[in-house]
């Protein structure tokens, strides 16, 4: 696991030289500590995002309240209901300390290869079980916040499937037990990485791609791919295909219009393997998401937790129950 975590940093290190993401500074621990490490300050922290310019009552609208400090209640003064500040929010009705929650989210996003929940329970000193559940809502956080956001201009597009190799001079497209997904890269003109997205799909077919990119993709965006002939669906939804053909093979080597695309493919892949033993596959989604949100977010490490914090608190809570259920392709 060490070794893999190892390589996928060297990966990403080696991809991103001469770049400004090398240079940049995370949060340390140490600094994680000075800003977040009471129960208090986490609550305030909440509390901060989750009504920036005040209390507001979840009900009524009302701005005029006491707090009932021993039980941490808000109480509006207009409708008297009592609100905490957790309760509609992704931290509802939680049994665990904020800190610990606070602590998952540095972990989540501090960590460049991920963190499968045995090591977050460990390092949080919770069980698996718990552990489990936060880091499911947190990335379930992630997932939602980035659904919105559609790539444009150039964007490189490959097909990628997880749970198994595709060299070995077969692409494997189709193979059975694969999880099939989709990695689009906005780019600039000069082929640079803007925003990435991972996307579930069921398969590699037309009319699965022109869903995907109306809902992905703004109209009159370049798509550039290798030809695969489900990409034509792209101009389903008003998008420019530009195949490039390379062939098959190993694509990656031979094209350079693909080299971030593959880059941040090959890490993600050597990522997500290298970091969970299995993923389930309707669980997929949010593993991607992850990955997206943090590679979207690559220059700004420092302030993630306060970003991921203030979605939290907009994101409605979610029961186990459909936590584990939840199969999201959009
Ligand atoms: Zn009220």
Request: glycine content about 10%; hydrophobic content about 40%.
């Amino acid at each position: 696991m060490v070794q893999n975590r190892n390589k996928w940093l060297f990966l990403w290190v080696q991809e991103m030289a001469r770049n400004k993401v090398q240079f940049q500074k995370g949060l340390s621990e140490a600094q994680f500590a000075v800003l977040y490490g009471t129960e208090t300050q986490c609550r305030e922290a909440v509390t901060r995002w989750r009504w920036p310019s005040g209390f507001v009552c979840p009900v009524c609208g009302g701005k005029q309240h006491s707090v009932i400090k021993t039980r941490a209640l808000y109480q509006c003064t207009a409708c008297r209901r009592q609100t905490s500040v957790i309760a509609g929010t992704i931290f509802a009705a939680t049994k665990v300390a904020l800190t610990i929650w606070f602590r998952a989210m540095y972990h989540l996003t501090q960590s460049k290869g991920g963190i499968s929940s045995i090591e977050l329970g460990r390092r949080l000193g919770v069980t698996q079980t718990t552990s489990w559940k936060i880091k499911h809502k947190l990335m379930q956080v992630m997932m939602e916040r980035d659904a919105t956001k559609r790539l444009s201009g150039r964007i490189e597009i490959d097909d990628a499937y997880l749970g198994g190799e595709r060299n070995g001079g077969k692409r494997g497209r189709g193979s059975p037990g694969k999880i099939p997904f989709v990695a689009a890269v906005e780019t600039t003109p000069q082929g640079q990485p803007v925003r990435l997205k991972l996307r579930r799909v069921r398969g590699f077919r037309r009319a699965e791609i022109a869903a995907l990119a109306t809902r992905n993709f703004a109209p009159a965006s370049t798509v550039v791919s290798d030809g695969l002939r489900c990409f034509t669906g792209v101009g389903s939804a008003g998008c420019v295909h530009q195949p490039i053909i390379t062939g098959a093979g190993r694509k990656a080597a031979l094209s350079p219009a693909f080299k971030w695309v593959n880059t941040i493919l090959g890490n993600i892949k050597s990522a997500i393997t290298g970091t969970y033993r299995a993923v389930r596959g309707k669980h997929v989604p949010r593993y991607l998401a992850e990955f997206e949100y943090r590679f979207n977010r690559r220059y700004d490490l420092a302030v993630l937790i306060p970003r991921l914090g203030f979605v939290a608190v907009r994101t409605p809570p979610m029961p186990c129950r459909l936590l584990k259920l939840a199969e999201n392709y959009t």
